[in-house]
């Protein structure tokens, strides 16, 4: 059984992001970039797949220009086998990306396809359901828990606003990650370098007969109201007199 | 120009949040209808039918739609969409859940979490972990939105007289079965509709100092949420979670203990009234956004400021 896991190129986590002066998007030149980290927990529950004997093959692919191979080279240092990179210099849009990615799995039959739940930049927490409608196949996201059963389903468990939930779906399906599902491993040195021999395959969206045009457009990109820094206060007896008298909000 | 919200409900009564998207849905103007889809759903559609500004209630009953199973519902909605320029809902873990997928059968780009309507074609929506705000435009022929609760207020929950329409359900994907679910119980407020949270985080140290936190909610009238750290770390159950990935709050009061103030966790609470902040560390970030910054031990300071909301 193949899965195929999607990995997202983003600024990193740790970076505060600018809005550009003229707003039309953020700074993104010069600014350390990451796997989307939804998309880490992807890789390694695909490589746990693998290494509990039920998966045979894991494929990273990631979507985007030249430099997302070298996001599918960390996901192949984690232990994916090998990699699909679909390159363009198209903003991609959540739409567009399911489609992409249905192409990749039309030609690689993947029984299961793992994605982040949401990309930490755009945060748009779409693209899994969105593949999964494309594809006509069930959609199982915000996953803490996947347990493959003996006859062709899986039981996932889902981090829902009231608690958790428990779902069945059939293989072949789009399972989407949520915090809990797993804690991505580090990278070895070895498996850095040994990485570095294992095959990506390069396509393009016309490859794929994929229209990438962006439906949605960004008229302006701009910061939020900032807000007016507060005070200290010395002790809960002023905190309290503050929240009482000032604040009036108990 | 006609508008269908989805309902966000459990089968027997209409969850608030539906309320925030009827709201969203008058920003952008024409007639409001809300879709009710569930099993023996009917008193969920009377309800429905109240909230002031709708105009008509659509009602599909159907076992496929008693546990919200996205399959499921994103073919119904498929089947109805032709008729609507904008399909709503609030961004809940249904919401966010079942929308794409209908998005996608549609051919729709949707457009995610809005926080503001500048016109029926044109949305603000954070990125970026709310540090950023990008004002789209959609050239699709229907808008398919979901809604972040706190930036819109609620519409009142009584005050119309919608007529109730028994719709065709569009049957089972026979995709996904529910199993079953265990619901975290708890005697406070919801944490996105409630006045004041009181959330902990990594310097709680352990899930049962979270006491502290439940004797000063007790106090307050206030939910408990958490920082990812706290959750992360088995404190408390995922339901806790206040970020750019768990639940976004805005409520009058909020008071942070023993969180440091990490980027995600300020893109779920920093449009709060007022913020306080406890933290031992004077140089946390947390204090950046705090109106009230209190640099004590929490363990000292938690019971001493539930003893003096008590005088």
Do not use: W
Not at chain 1, 209 to 230: N, S
Not at chain 2, 233 to 239: E, R
């Amino acid at each position: 059984m193949k899965v195929l896991v999607a990995v997202k190129r983003v600024v990193d986590y740790n970076v505060k992001v600018r809005v550009k002066a003229d707003g039309t998007g953020v700074e993104t030149a010069n600014v350390k970039m990451s796997m989307n980290p939804f998309d880490e927990i992807g890789v390694e529950e695909a490589v746990r797949l693998k290494e509990a004997g039920k998966a045979t093959e894991v494929i990273a692919v990631s979507l985007g220009p030249v430099q997302c191979q070298e996001t599918i080279r960390t996901a192949l240092a984690m232990g994916a086998d090998r990699g699909v990179h679909v390159q363009t210099d198209v903003e991609l849009q959540p739409l567009a990306v399911a489609k992409l990615l249905k192409g990749v799995v039309d030609k690689e039959q993947p029984q299961i396809c793992i994605l982040g739940k949401q990309a930490i930049d755009d945060d748009a927490n779409q693209t899994g359901q969105m593949l999964a409608a494309l594809l006509g196949s069930a959609q199982a996201t915000f996953a803490s828990k996947l347990v493959l059963n003996d006859n062709g389903t899986a039981n996932v468990t889902r981090e829902v606003d009231g608690g958790l939930e428990t779902i069945t779906v059939k293989l072949p399906f789009v399972l989407t990650t949520d915090l809990r599902l797993n804690e991505p491993r580090y990278a070895s040195l070895p498996n850095i370098m040994k990485a570095k021999k294992k095959p990506i395959d390069t396509l393009t969206p016309e490859q794929l007969g994929v229209d990438v045009a962006p439906r949605l457009k960004t008229l302006k990109v701009t910061e939020p109201a900032k807000r007016q820094a507060g005070i200290k206060v010395k002790s809960v007896d002023e905190l309290v007199d503050k929240l009482r008298n000032e604040a009036k909000v108990i | 120009m006609s508008i269908l919200v989805i309902a966000e409900h459990d089968n027997a009564k209409l969850n608030a949040a539906t309320l925030h998207a009827v709201t969203a849905a008058q920003k952008i103007g024409g007639d409001l209808h809300i879709l009710v889809a569930g099993t023996n759903a009917g008193a969920v559609a009377d309800e429905a039918a109240k909230v002031g500004g709708v105009a008509k209630v659509l009602l599909a009953e159907d076992a496929a739609y008693g546990n919200r199973l996205a399959e499921n519902l994103a073919k119904l909605l498929v089947s109805l969409a032709g008729n609507y320029s904008h399909v709503l809902a609030t961004a809940t873990a249904t919401g966010k859940n079942v929308l794409p997928r209908a998005a996608a059968l549609l051919d729709v780009q949707q457009i995610s979490e809005i926080t503001g309507v500048e016109s029926a074609d044109t949305f603000v929506r954070p990125i970026y972990a709310g540090n950023a705000l990008a004002t789209v435009q959609s050239s699709d022929k229907v808008k398919v939105i979901t809604v972040r609760a706190t930036a819109f207020d609620a519409a009142p929950a009584t005050g119309g007289s919608a007529s109730v329409e028994k719709v065709a359900a569009a049957g089972d994907a026979g995709l996904s079965t529910f199993v079953g679910q265990e619901l975290a119980k708890s005697e406070r407020p919801e944490l996105t509709s409630a006045r004041v949270v009181v959330s902990g985080g990594r310097g709680m140290q352990n899930g049962d100092n979270f006491k502290l936190l439940d004797a000063l909610a007790d106090k307050l009238n206030a939910a408990v949420g958490a920082s990812r750290a706290a959750v992360d770390a088995g404190f408390v159950p995922n339901t806790y979670q206040v970020g750019q990935t768990g639940k976004i709050v805005a409520p009058e009061l909020y008071i942070a203990v023993g969180i440091s103030g990490a980027i995600q966790h300020l893109a779920g609470m920093k449009d709060s009234k007022v913020i306080v902040a406890i933290n031992k560390d004077e140089d946390a970030p947390i204090f950046q956004v705090a109106d009230y910054g209190l640099v004590a031990d929490l363990f000292q300071a938690v019971p001493e400021l539930t003893n003096a909301i008590s005088k």
